[in-house]
């Protein structure tokens, strides 16, 4: 069962940043867009990025363009989100998944129905 792993969350002040990781033992994240979701208490699950594979095409939700950048390392199989500014709107579990049906992010928005081998998450806490 392949599973990944999300990393780098914890407790940031406002305007602080954080770098999430996305790790996929046993997986290779090559061929696969590869999508940053988050989930706050008593809210759905919502897309925030997603990175295409071999393409230059990534997405971001309204609420995070300009301060979240999305990237993949292939070479370290991993995929990493960088979050500037953050605000407390931003507190959530955040996960990765991979999108088993594409390669290519569609830029006008994310299906999660197309993703899948979500990890545990890791825990983004803003506050001062």
């Known amino acids: 069962q392949v599973q990944f792993v999300e990393s780098g969350g914890g407790l940031v002040q406002p305007g602080g940043s954080l770098r999430l990781s996305c790790a996929a033992p046993g997986f290779a994240l090559n061929g696969y867009a590869i999508g940053w979701f988050r989930q706050s208490p008593g809210k759905p699950r919502e897309a925030v990025s997603c990175?295409?594979?071999?393409?230059?095409?990534?997405f971001y939700a309204d609420s995070v363009k300009g301060r979240f950048t999305v990237s993949r390392d292939s070479a370290k199989n991993t995929v990493h989100l960088q979050m500037n500014n953050l605000k407390s709107e931003d507190t959530a579990v955040y996960y990765c998944?991979?999108?088993?049906?594409?390669?290519?992010?569609?830029?006008?928005?994310?299906?999660?129905?197309?993703?899948?081998?979500w990890g545990q998450g890791t825990q983004v806490t803003v506050s001062s």
């Open positions: 990175v295409s594979d071999n393409d230059p095409s990534t």
């Open positions: 998944a991979a999108n088993l049906m594409r390669s290519r992010c569609l830029v006008s928005g994310v299906r999660q129905y197309e993703y899948d081998y």
